[in-house]
């Protein structure tokens, strides 16, 4: 069976070494805190000089969370502190040690070796790609959803995000507090009272876990016409009144959150007649990020998995600034249909699809007579131009003269509040545009 990748760095303080667990991937490991099973060892020196975490007496033994196999807690005769897991299937397993290399009671660290001049009586397990990282944030949180309920494909665009989130607080799940709120009228009588209940639950939590955090999924549909949300038969309201319903006046300020995020799943309606919207929600209501999609027609389920599940991985969990997660989400699965919004404490960040063939500065490529579009016909590398030819022989492109029916595109290049993602790594080809919300 195939473990999770993970990682770990060593730090040196005086004569001792301590393992300080780094971020592995967050939507394979229930927690990375120090209460878990075992810590992978990493036999490199790390140039990191924060402070170091002890893991004495901080794991069960026979439980291991990488292989999920079994294993043992090895800690090294000569340090006392570096620890690492012993599995106890032959197999090696990437990120553990397998069991027949370790005999009881004479494990040595890398580190300690190398500082012997001994040789390892075991094989090195391979860096992990996400040695970069900082580390999986599994602290107190809230995950609160509230979408219109409105079929199956709704549901389980939430039930996707929840359930990545329970994954996360596996064995630790009084840390986490996840609470859904289906509703076909958000402001009927009934939902009111389940609101100020679901408030109270929030209040209640926050003080037996002071400075926890939240994610607020919000999902439901949007006027194409004014771009109000919808939230309730023939209801529609701005985005700020519909959070008022929800968290009236100063109430997230209240709570003293030490980091909120908003995910809005709604159709590109929103964006359209509110191009500042999510800047104006996440100061009014104090929100540290927001993130929504740009679309006419937007499949929730996909915007689900394709942006919200990297957000919640990588941002929420794994501590990545927001510009980086955005890149991660540059799919064509995504892009394809719609782009990527999000603001970030005074930053807005847009990622937008630019294939070559069809607009490779982000925006579609019509001709300019007759405004039909435009069909791809040859990029020159030398000059960062494409060319593009009309499609209509009509009598506005002076049909005699052939040439009169192509014209050129230059590309844009890297600048101030602007970065091109060349397609790579399965990427697809996309612009991040990045501005102040002054």
């Known amino acids: 069976m195939q473990s999770p ?18 971020r592995a991937s967050p939507r394979q490991l229930p927690s990375n805190s120090s209460r878990a099973a075992c810590h992978r060892v990493e036999p490199y020196p790390a140039s990191s000089t924060g402070k170091a975490r002890l893991l ?17 807690i090895r800690v090294c005769i000569r340090c006392l502190v570096f620890a690492a897991c012993v599995c106890i299937d032959e197999e090696h397993i990437q990120g553990c040690l397998p069991n027949r290399y370790i005999i009881e009671n004479n494990f040595v660290c890398p580190t300690c070796a190398q500082h012997d001049g001994l040789g390892l009586a075991y094989p090195l397990p391979s860096r992990s790609g996400a040695s ?21 494909h709704f549901v389980s665009a939430v039930n996707l995000i929840e359930g990545q989130m329970t994954g996360y607080y596996h064995g630790k799940e009084s840390e986490s507090l996840i609470i859904s709120l289906p509703f076909k009228d958000l402001g009927c009588s009934q939902i009111s009272k389940e609101i100020k209940s679901i408030r109270t639950q929030m209040q209640t939590f926050v003080k037996k876990h002071p ?5 607020f999924l919000l999902q439901t549909h949007a006027d194409p016409a004014s771009g109000n949300l919808i939230y309730g038969p023939k209801k529609g309201a701005p985005a700020e009144a519909v959070l008022d319903i929800l968290f009236p006046g100063r109430f997230l300020p209240s709570l003293k959150l030490s980091k909120s995020t908003l995910l809005l799943n709604t159709c590109g ?31 929730p389920l996909l915007v689900a998995r394709a942006l919200f599940y990297p957000i919640v991985d990588f941002y929420v969990m794994g501590q990545e600034p927001v510009a980086k997660v955005l890149k991660r989400c540059a799919q064509v699965e995504l892009l394809s249909h719609a782009a990527a919004l999000a603001w970030n404490r005074g930053s807005l960040y847009r990622l937008q699809g630019a294939p070559l063939r069809h607009r490779p500065n982000g925006t579609p490529i019509r001709c300019s007579i007759c405004s039909q579009p435009g069909d791809y016909h040859t990029f020159i590398k030398e000059t960062g131009q494409v060319v593009f ?15 009169k029916r192509k014209w050129a595109v230059q590309l844009l290049q890297n600048d101030v509040g602007r970065e091109i993602l060349e397609p790579r790594n399965g990427h697809y080809r996309s612009i991040l545009f990045k501005e102040s919300d002054a």
């Open 389 to 403: 030819r009309c499609r209509f022989q009509n009598k506005e492109h002076a049909s005699k003269n052939n040439e």
């Open 56 to 72: 004495k007496n901080s794991y069960r033994p026979n439980i291991c969370n990488f292989c999920r196999q079994g294993g043992f």
């Open 5 to 22: 990748a993970s990682s770990s760095s060593l730090v040196s303080e005086g004569s001792r070494v301590f393992i300080q667990p780094v």
């Open 132 to 152: 970069s990282y900082s580390g999986v944030d599994t602290s107190p949180l809230i995950m609160l959803s509230v979408f219109m309920d409105d079929g199956k």
């Open 269 to 299: 309606g929103f964006v359209a007649f509110n191009p500042r919207g999510l800047s104006e929600i996440g100061n009014l209501k104090s929100f540290d990020a927001a993130f929504a999609p740009d679309g006419p027609n937007i499949d």
């Open 211 to 215: 400075h926890c955090r939240l994610v």
